[in-house]
């Protein structure tokens, strides 16, 4: 029976819907935007601007190139095979393989986890002079409240939300209050796609795997589930909705971070190697106002990803041994919890830069991506995962040359890596 449906459903008959009505369901996108945006994300794109000025603006073509194509990709495949994308991997592919790419992503998440943790707390150090390890405990204790509280994703989105409005707000106050950008350097840096500066193709690859990865995705079709998304949404304009969401609200956000490393550092000389150095050196034209605009940024990005990143680890990490992926199940809240303490034990005891924490993530990515990757190329090439509609050709290429990205991206990493 299920086949037959399968076979009768029309895409033609789908009705578009409205504005508003894609606004209500638009969601997962934004959630996948602060998770992506943390503290990793700030300090690879002010460090990109402040060593290279505008000469790099043009990855974020590529940026929204590749998010868009992971995300989807791994929509289209969950609505027509009926099932996210590890449920997906375990059937076509068997559970070993579900299993191990559950671990691999989640391992990924866990670093990423920790640099939240650390950068929560200097967002408060910032804004308000305490010991960064005491913030990071009070985001922690604000961040178990919502865990626990009934109607998990609402609140998540909701509160991601609300971070995201914040980054946005604070960066672009930032962005005006230097003068804005060099609009002409700024299209040269856009148009020469391709151009890599003396020593920056290793920071601008980690650029790209931390702002487009297919982890991004794949934990979309599960808060595409929670949302309650259908098949019928692939079609009427909300997913398209939602993956245009989720990238322009990255660009938005990181742009201006780069930009204001361009106008402000590049012309000294200076490299970023923490998201709170921004604030020192903006000092000088904002005086005490530097580190609340900064503070405002850091705590919404790093509190934003913390959010979504310890779910996103455990529900992919369930999914991969088929076990309960639902925010409200006691598998996650309770799960989430237990990563956490063990998160902010590494932390203080490691008391080193969240820059390092993420660079390690960045490395755990490399083990990550190409795998699940690979999978979800090889899925989307299948004639059994297209849900008896015509092929969707362009959709092919277009993963097929990301994936190809990714394994290049991966090769560097592993190289510089090893040779580090």
Known sequence: MEEKREETFDPSKVKKLSFVEILKKVGPGIILSGIVIGPGAITTAANLGSSYGYSLMWLYILVAFMGSVYVMTTYRLSMLTGMPTLHAIRKYYGPFAAGFTGIALFLTCLFFTMG????SGTGLQLLFGINWKLGSIIMIAILLVLYLAKNVYSKIEKGITICIIAMIIAFYVTLVGVGGPDWGEFGKGLVTVGHFPEGSIVAALGFLSTHAAITTGIYGTYLGKEKKWTKADLFNGAMRADAIAHVVCVILISAAIMLVGAIVLHPQGVSISQPAQLADLL?????????????IALLGAAFSSLLGNTQRGLVLLSAGFNKSTSLDS???KYGCIVILVICTAICFIYNGSPVQLILIANYATCIATPVAGAFVTLMLWRKDTTGGLRAPTALRICMTICYVVCLILTGFSLFDLIAG
Do not use: E, H, Q
């Open 283 to 295: 000092a000088p034209v904002f005086g005490r106002g530097a580190y609340v605009i900064m503070g």
């Open 116 to 119: 939240n943790i650390s950068g």
């Open 330 to 332: 006691k598998l996650i």
